[in-house]
């Protein structure tokens, strides 16, 4: 086998490949899109109403994507999906009740997204725990409080808040979803390949015996990723309180629910990253995602059943095609 030099990876070739392996999924991904619209005859890309729906529901996904990228660093970390919840509930509570508006739904978004986020990571940390196993015992932790939050409010006579027509309802009115996509997409496409935060996280999630070689702190590294990703996520959850109103509380697990497509795109986005930045791969994979929900609804595919059967089944394609010529066993 012909040894690769230096130069070959400057050649009119190598230049011409890489664009190619860059370009593949897009690509694809547009044909698939214009197929399934063709079936629809044009109601969802030719349709401004239905495309800027279509914007909404893909930049809520995509930063929830954006977040898993960094919280997922040590494994797959499902307790984010109870900081969700509650952050939504504190976030709506902040406007009803405390009467603080967008900077209170940003805030507590946020911030209660965080430290639920760092107190899980804390957790795992501390007690050397495999991911999934303190993901999901936080999880039941945080769900355990919201049940409390509900059923204290429901013996009131009162049900989960929600905000009113008039109350902060405007960050799902456009154009505001589509300058949050551009403007998340830039700023983790930048976080995440030219700072050093996004170094030592892929030099951590890549190997982390080798990245505490090169002076890396596993640790550190995991606590600041976790902070990114919540912020990532806290944003989220701000923009799915003001489109939806309101956020409930969940029992069993079930506040995987909030996260499921968003876990969709991260492992849409896992099967292409051999070719483009992961930030790039979350926004096509939140896109085509949304896309993919919203052309079953509108063909009455059963959601719950056979819309995830479908999803899942794209997923399993791309996976094969991204990883194609792997002879190595894929983790």
């Given at each position: 086998m012909k040894k690769r030099t230096g130069m070959d990876w400057y050649s009119p070739e190598s230049n011409m490949k890489r664009i190619v392996d860059a370009c593949i999924f897009p690509v694809g991904l547009a044909v698939i899109y214009v197929i399934f619209d063709l079936i629809l005859g044009g109601s969802v890309l030719l349709n401004l109403n239905a495309f800027l729906t279509l914007i909404s529901h893909t930049t809520i996904q995509a930063f929830i994507g954006w977040g898993l990228v960094f919280i997922f660093s040590g494994g797959p970390d499902f307790s984010?999906?109870?900081a969700f919840v509650i952050a939504a509930n504190v976030a709506a509570a902040s406007v009803v009740e405390w009467g603080m508006g967008y900077i209170g739904i940003f805030f507590f978004?946020?911030?209660?997204?965080?430290i639920l986020q760092l107190v899980s990571t804390f957790v795992r940390l501390k007690c050397k725990l495999p991911t999934w196993v303190s993901g999901l015992g936080m999880l039941m932790i945080?769900?355990?409080?919201?049940s409390v939050y509900t059923s204290s409010r429901s013996a009131r006579g009162l049900t989960n808040i929600t905000l009113g027509a008039d109350q902060c309802r405007a960050l799902?009115?456009?154009?505001?979803?589509l300058l949050f996509l551009i403007a998340g997409a830039v700023i983790m496409y930048l976080v995440f390949s030219r700072t050093k935060i996004g170094i030592d996280y892929r030099a951590v999630s890549s190997n982390a015996r080798v990245a505490g070689y090169m002076g890396i702190s596993r640790n550190r590294t995991e606590y600041i990723a976790a902070a990114v990703g919540a912020v990532s996520v806290g944003i989220a959850v701000a923009l799915t309180i003001s489109s939806n109103a309101k956020v409930d509380t969940y029992t069993g697990l079930g506040s995987v629910a909030v996260i499921g497509k968003a876990l969709a795109t991260w492992l849409l986005a896992g099967a292409m990253e051999k070719r483009l930045s992961k930030p790039v791969c979350i926004l096509l994979g939140a896109f085509f995602t949304a896309f993919l929900f919203n052309v079953m609804t509108r063909m009455d595919i059963p959601?719950?059943?056979w819309q995830d059967v479908a999803n899942a089944v794209f997923i399993l394609v791309f996976g094969m095609l991204s990883f194609a010529g792997t002879k190595e066993v894929v983790k």
């Amino acid at each position: 086998m012909k040894k690769r030099t230096g130069m070959d990876w400057y050649s009119p070739e190598s230049n011409m490949k890489r664009i190619v392996d860059a370009c593949i999924f897009p690509v694809g991904l547009a044909v698939i899109y214009v197929i399934f619209d063709l079936i629809l005859g044009g109601s969802v890309l030719l349709n401004l109403n239905a495309f800027l729906t279509l914007i909404s529901h893909t930049t809520i996904q995509a930063f929830i994507g954006w977040g898993l990228v960094f919280i997922f660093s040590g494994g797959p970390d499902f307790s984010i999906a109870g900081a969700f919840v509650i952050a939504a509930n504190v976030a709506a509570a902040s406007v009803v009740e405390w009467g603080m508006g967008y900077i209170g739904i940003f805030f507590f978004s946020i911030a209660v997204t965080v430290i639920l986020q760092l107190v899980s990571t804390f957790v795992r940390l501390k007690c050397k725990l495999p991911t999934w196993v303190s993901g999901l015992g936080m999880l039941m932790i945080y769900e355990a409080a919201g049940s409390v939050y509900t059923s204290s409010r429901s013996a009131r006579g009162l049900t989960n808040i929600t905000l009113g027509a008039d109350q902060c309802r405007a960050l799902g009115t456009h154009p505001i979803p589509l300058l949050f996509l551009i403007a998340g997409a830039v700023i983790m496409y930048l976080v995440f390949s030219r700072t050093k935060i996004g170094i030592d996280y892929r030099a951590v999630s890549s190997n982390a015996r080798v990245a505490g070689y090169m002076g890396i702190s596993r640790n550190r590294t995991e606590y600041i990723a976790a902070a990114v990703g919540a912020v990532s996520v806290g944003i989220a959850v701000a923009l799915t309180i003001s489109s939806n109103a309101k956020v409930d509380t969940y029992t069993g697990l079930g506040s995987v629910a909030v996260i499921g497509k968003a876990l969709a795109t991260w492992l849409l986005a896992g099967a292409m990253e051999k070719r483009l930045s992961k930030p790039v791969c979350i926004l096509l994979g939140a896109f085509f995602t949304a896309f993919l929900f919203n052309v079953m609804t509108r063909m009455d595919i059963p959601s719950g059943t056979w819309q995830d059967v479908a999803n899942a089944v794209f997923i399993l394609v791309f996976g094969m095609l991204s990883f194609a010529g792997t002879k190595e066993v894929v983790k």
